[in-house]
């Protein structure tokens, strides 16, 4: 009797070998098994590659929200007076020039420097920027952070500061701060220490536990002053529209900044890292692969267990007409079905699990009292997830094309049952 392939018979056949009877029960453990396994691995192929990507994501995202997509400064060079210096005099003019390429969307002399900072008999050192007014409020995750406290307009009059280190020296705003700088004022007896106290009018959270411990914002008069730069700017920081391809604005940056001028973008700062991530998810997704291949090759050992039990059905209806492909098919489909519906699971495990890592994370962050999550090591505050069309695609056509691929054996050896020796003893 021909038929056309997976007829609707043959997936009737199948779901009924599937539904074992009571005799039958370790075939149906079998199933059990395979499709418990199947769904565990999808779960946790899709929960991590969604960690993994918002894990990345939200990285960068504290990177090129908090910091320029690209600094530029200048070689070291000698003035009339014969003194080394690296400072940017004519820094406004480049700014200007590099605001005309299409695609920044900023840039702006910033002095850099660091100084010890007290208050309430402690200390800390902070990396300070000298910056205006309407750059600070143009950086994303420093005028729109999500713990902000304070009245940013209020800058030119204070100082802005991290969480962090307000948290470390028990700071809170119209608190004033001292900051000191060993290369200070200039005096006829040499130079001496330069210590000013600031009042704190915005505290900031940027989102990196690095980046809130150790920043200061000052008015850009004020840090020039204070660190001493009458030469000119420490660098230019530039954003751009697409950080992510950041390697094509490069070349006219170079150009508008003129011939002394280094470049390092935010990807150079952050390579090693970003390349670390890389590698680690390559090989999380192997390791995770490899708990998906185990878990279908539990597959194989109930088709084997099934093809045995049935060898009396399979004589029968070879008898009746069935071709070999016919057997294979239905066969095929009974680890089909484990497969798919293990797989379906799995996706749909592994997507509430995404969707809910954060909550999840702070659950047992609390009640193992803060260690399983530690901003210190981690960089972040939380452990965000991303769901990614692509991540779910490759964890479901990975389990669908190695359930589909352990099946062939075993539906391959129902398929060339003789049906004379099948039915020989019955």
């Excluded at 769904?39 to 910091?67: K, Q």
């Excluded at 850099?112 to 007014?133: C, F, H």
């Excluded at 890389?278 to 088709?303: H, K, R």
């Excluded at 492909?325 to 095929?332: A, M, N, V």
């Amino acid at each position: 009797m021909a038929s056309l392939p997976f007829a609707r018979f043959e997936f009737l056949i199948a779901w009924r070998y599937l539904r074992a009877r009571r005799s039958e029960g370790g075939v149906s453990v079998m199933t059990w098994i395979s499709l418990i396994g199947i769904a565990l691995g999808v779960m946790a192929l899709v929960a991590t590659l969604a960690v993994r990507a918002g894990f990345r994501a939200e990285f960068v995202d504290t990177i090129v929200g908090s910091n320029a997509h690209v600094s530029v400064s200048r070689a070291t060079w000698v003035g009339e007076d014969g003194v080394a210096s690296r400072a940017i005099p004519d820094a406004p003019a480049i700014a200007e020039r590099i605001r005309q390429i299409p695609g920044v969307t900023r840039a702006a002399p910033v002095i850099r420097g660091q100084a010890m900072v007290t208050a309430n008999d402690r200390s800390s050192v902070a990396e300070v920027y000298g910056i205006t007014l309407s750059d600070l409020k143009a950086i994303p995750r420093i005028a729109n952070s999500e713990q902000a406290f304070g009245d940013i307009d209020r800058f030119d009059q204070g100082m802005a500061i991290g969480i962090g280190i307000a948290r470390d020296l028990g700071l809170k705003l119209g608190d004033r701060v001292k900051l000191i700088q060993p290369n200070g004022a200039r005096t006829a007896f040499g130079v001496s220490p330069r210590v000013n106290a600031y009042e704190v009018v915005y505290i900031f959270s940027a989102g990196r536990w690095d980046i809130d411990r150790t920043r200061i914002y000052l008015p850009y008069a004020e840090a020039e002053s204070f660190f001493n730069r009458e030469r000119g700017a420490d660098e230019i920081e530039i954003f751009v529209e697409d950080p992510e391809r950041i390697e094509d604005y490069t070349a006219a940056i170079y150009a508008a900044a003129g011939q002394g001028a280094l470049l390092w973008t935010w990807k150079d700062a952050s390579s090693a890292f970003l390349n670390a991530l890389s590698i680690e998810d390559d090989v999380m997704f192997v390791i995770l692969s490899l708990i998906v291949l185990i878990a279908a090759l539990n597959i194989t050992s109930g088709l084997v267990m099934l093809v045995k039990n049935k060898g009396r059905d399979i004589g029968i209806l070879r008898t009746m007409g069935l071709t070999e492909g016919s057997i294979l098919r239905i066969f095929f489909l009974c680890g089909a079905f484990v497969g798919v519906i293990g797989t379906l699971a799995g996706v749909v495990l592994g997507c509430l699990l995404a969707l809910n890592i954060d909550p999840i994370m702070s659950a047992i962050n609390y009640w193992t009292g803060g260690g399983a999550w530690d901003p210190a090591v981690r960089g972040i505050y939380r452990l965000p997830a991303e769901l990614r069309a692509w991540d779910v695609g490759r964890a479901v056509i990975l389990s669908l094309g190695l359930s589909f691929v352990v099946t062939i054996f075993p539906a391959r050896r129902a398929a060339r049952m003789n049906p004379v020796e099948a039915l020989r003893y019955e």
